[in-house]
């Protein structure tokens, strides 16, 4: 069944139609070709006849004439449009002309560099290799002497390369050009870190008298030439003009249906994504299902599992954490149309070769509209008609697009932002470059002047990292220092999975970092791998190892965190309606303190564990509006003020010893005695529900209960405040305005906090050591996040509060929603 009969049975189905908010239909577009350059070699020409390629689109030629020109190049165009054929070629070209000519090419993943060597080995006489971190080390000299292109990543760069350039000196002083491929991904700290790297790469290229040429390719974002000319400090040329050929696209926003209206509850995301991915595998169409997270692809993998389609239908799940040979599998598996569908993490958002697929399932937004595009873009890779849907999920977000598609339909895409210059980030790769090569008394690093440089190094000098003789600066300290830096903003460290066999030997069926270990792996975590549960019986945080064994349970697991906020420089503050937005720096200490056994259907919480791990620490910076008296009187006046600590009133503490000694010191709930475990005296109805604090405190509506008891009662008459409402929907907001990912923000809302002199707050942070700028951005625009948020509320059709605006309340208590919106009309005013 094609996609056309798909959608044409989804129109009048009752069950999808009332679903789906937007329906864009993306016309076909027709390629406009140019014949193959003079200049390019004509036995080249010839294994392009070959292969399939008579010609090239006009963008290839174009870019084609600009290399070839000696200029730095960055090309930004949609999905298949060949990309990477315009560096391809010009490498060929210049290696065909002589053999002493060498490239190093730079991708993001492993995969999409294992993708590009097996099409530059279709060409007969060019030693290509890879080299990362899977690459043998019998095998790395014969590389570093004979390869004329090295695919790499900039993580092996970074800590196996640039450390040891003398091995490489034969290949840098020929070092003609330097691939930079899909630079989108290079952004936030990733991409900071990054131009770090490139700018250590050129100074060693310089050193061995070579000075190459930059090509780079992206996929379509807001500013390709900008983000290219701050990775490479150079000012390339842009070519982003896409004359490939598309096949018309059918792209859709699908909001689950309501299933509580007076919660505003929906139906599940993540059920509803299985549902449809599954109706398009068994019609025949080839079907990728993205998911935001590990976790969700597992599930949703399960899900698909249990619609018992995987006999006739083969079904795989993607991710990272998977070992590279069953990566490999899976591709090709995608490639030749064994496998029929796929779960995966935005791991094949990037440009690996997985054939044309049929269609492409969004479980979520994306977080940006780039990602988004860049995900719809895996489905119609040929010019036959696809399908892309976005099923959007309850979030503040994901609501404010389905109520909005022409966000994504007509908006203008992200800019990619990176800050090389982060303090933080470049003294940490000074150290390498002053490892690598000293540093001479008048030279410069990246865009620092020559005095900022030295003052600098004077300060690593004074640290004892560098040794300062005659006229330049010699690194000292015995450490390695390129070891001590992740360029991914994680553990440098990575936590193997040993799984233990028969003959009672480990298997590594995966890796994860050590930053997600403590929230991933932590000892009696469930952890899923290609759908199969496994059981950590133990994490070794020293050895980098976790033991795991087959899971029996019909349970998954769900960490549970504590952080403490602290204000360590307020940097800025200014008054705004009702109240002062104020920015500046923040420590954030986080320990995983226990975990939650869920059962899978119906959902379930079966139990809570304790753990004792370690804290983590993160340094970053914020931006926070406090809340003014005013404010508060104004909101207390209509009678809707609850985001203040609760005042049990006078005699509370003998009216909990009468009701304690009335239960017999038992939790009413589960009926256990623990001894040691203090039991919480519980009002039936909630506190603040009462206009009288005697009638709250009447004996009747007072049980005793444990505290795991105690916090699944309150989530069911939990009354939500509308400083805690605020924050929902301002954080839920802010990703769209920074156009940032969601994951790069955290939220605290407080009523009394330090931050705000003891006043209610809501703190929006930076989920990044030192920032790299979104509390800042978000302190000059904080008024259009409120405008938007007023708008989201007004418009959400929910009666108190809903996931999708301010938060649910409990299902007998009140999502905070009046509340929230007076406290909005006040910040609007």
């Known amino acids: 069944m094609s996609i056309s009969s798909v959608l044409g049975r989804w129109k009048t189905d009752p069950s999808v139609a009332p679903n789906i908010t937007a329906w864009q239909e993306i016309p076909e577009r027709n390629p406009q070709f140019e014949e193959f350059p003079n200049g390019l070699d004509q036995g080249i020409k010839d294994i392009l006849r070959e292969i399939g390629i008579s010609s090239l689109f006009s963008h290839q030629k174009a870019a084609w004439d600009v290399i070839e020109a000696g200029q730095h190049t960055v090309i930004s165009t949609g999905t298949a449009s060949g990309k990477s054929l315009v560096y391809q070629l010009p490498i060929l070209s210049h290696i065909r002309k002589n053999s002493s000519s060498r490239s190093l090419l730079l991708f993001p993943t492993k995969a999409l560099a294992q993708d590009q060597l097996n099409w530059l080995s279709l060409f007969p006489d060019v030693l290509v290799s890879t080299y990362d971190g899977d690459t043998p080390a019998n095998s790395r000299p014969k590389i570093r002497q004979t390869a004329q292109v090295v695919f790499s990543n900039p993580d092996m760069l970074h800590l196996g390369i640039l450390p040891y350039h003398i091995q490489w000196a034969e290949f840098l002083s020929n070092l003609d050009f330097i691939v930079l491929d899909e630079i989108h991904i290079y952004r936030g700290v990733f991409g900071s870190h990054v131009a770090n790297v490139i700018r250590r790469l050129k100074r060693i290229a310089h050193h061995y008298g070579s000075s190459p040429q930059f090509i780079l390719t992206s996929a379509t974002i807001g500013n390709p030439h900008q983000l290219a000319a701050a990775l490479i400090e150079e000012n390339p040329v842009l070519i982003d003009n896409d004359t490939s050929a598309r096949g018309k696209k059918h792209f859709l926003i699908y909001n689950p249906p309501i299933i509580d209206p007076k919660l505003g509850l929906r139906a599940s995301m993540q059920n509803e994504c299985i549902r449809l991915t599954s109706d398009l595998i068994t019609s025949g169409s080839q079907t990728i299902l993205f998911g935001r997270s590990r976790r969700s692809v597992e599930f949703m993998l399960r899900g698909l599992k249990e619609k018992n389609i995987l006999t006739a239908y083969p079904v795989q799940s993607y991710r990272s954490g998977y070992l590279s040979k069953e990566r490999r599998k899976i591709e090709a598996g995608l490639r030749n149309g064994s496998i029929r569908g796929i779960t995966a993490t935005n791991a094949l958002e990037l440009g690996i070769d997985i054939g044309g697929l049929d269609a492409a399932v969004l479980a979520g937004y994306p977080g940006t509209i780039a990602g988004t595009w860049q995900q719809a873009g895996r489905s119609g890779r040929s010019d036959k008609p696809s399908l892309s849907i976005l099923v959007t999920s309850s979030t503040p977000i994901d609501q404010y697009l389905a109520l909005h598609p022409e966000f994504i339909f007509s908006s203008n895409l992200e800019c990619g932002l990176i800050d090389a210059n982060n303090l933080l980030i470049a003294l940490a790769h000074l150290k390498c470059a002053a490892y690598e090569l000293p540093f001479t008394i008048g030279s410069s690093y990246g865009t620092f002047s020559v005095p900022e440089t030295e003052e600098l190094l004077e300060a690593l000098s004074s640290i004892g990292n560098l040794h300062k003789a005659n006229d330049k600066y010699f690194w000292m300290d015995e450490d390695y220092p390129a070891s001590l830096i992740s360029l991914r903003n994680a553990s440098s460290q990575q936590i193997a999975l040993l799984v233990e066999s028969e003959n009672s030997k480990h298997s590594t069926i995966g890796q994860v970092d050590l930053e997600s270990a403590y929230w991933m792996v932590h000892p009696g975590a469930v952890y899923l791998h290609a759908g199969d549960p496994y059981l950590v019986k133990d994490l070794d945080l020293e050895g980098f190892r976790a033991y795991l064994k087959p899971a029996l349970g019909d349970y998954y697991t769900e960490a549970e965190k504590q952080t403490s906020y602290t204000e360590l420089e307020r ?259």
């Open 571 to 829: 940097y800025q503050e200014e008054p705004i309606p009702g109240g002062i937005k104020h920015l500046g720096e923040i420590q954030l200490t986080t320990r995983v303190t226990g975990f939650k056994k869920i059962k899978w259907r119906p959902y379930e919480v079966l139990s809570r564990e304790s753990l004792d791990l370690p804290s983590t620490i993160l340094l970053s910076t914020g931006c926070w509006i406090t809340l003014s008296q005013d404010t508060e009187n104004q909101i207390r006046s209509m009678g809707l003020w609850s985001s203040s600590p609760n005042d049990y009133g006078p005699g509370w503490d003998l009216i909990r010893k009468t009701v304690l000694e009335r239960d017999q010191h038992r939790c009413q709930m589960c009926k256990n005695n623990s001894p040691g475990e203090p039991l919480h005296v519980h009002h039936r109805q909630p506190l603040r529900s009462f206009s009288s604090i005697d009638d709250a405190n009447k004996l009747s509506n007072l049980i005793s209960l444990c505290p795991r008891c105690h916090q699944r009662a309150e989530a069911i008459v939990r009354v939500n405040s509308g400083i805690r409402g605020l924050g929902h929907i301002l954080h839920g907001l802010a990703p769209l305005l920074l156009m940032c990912d969601p994951g790069d923000l955290g939220l605290f809302a407080d009523f009394q906090s330090p931050f705000g002199d003891n006043r209610p707050i809501v703190l929006i942070h930076e989920q990044i050591p030192a920032g790299i700028g979104f509390s800042k951005s978000l302190f000059v625009r904080l008024q259009e996040l409120i405008n938007s948020s007023k708008d989201l509320i007004e418009k959400c059709p929910c009666e108190t509060g809903c996931p999708s605006c301010v938060g649910p309340g409990g299902e007998l208590g009140s999502g905070g929603k009046q509340e929230t919106q007076a406290i909005l009309s006040i910040l609007c005013s």
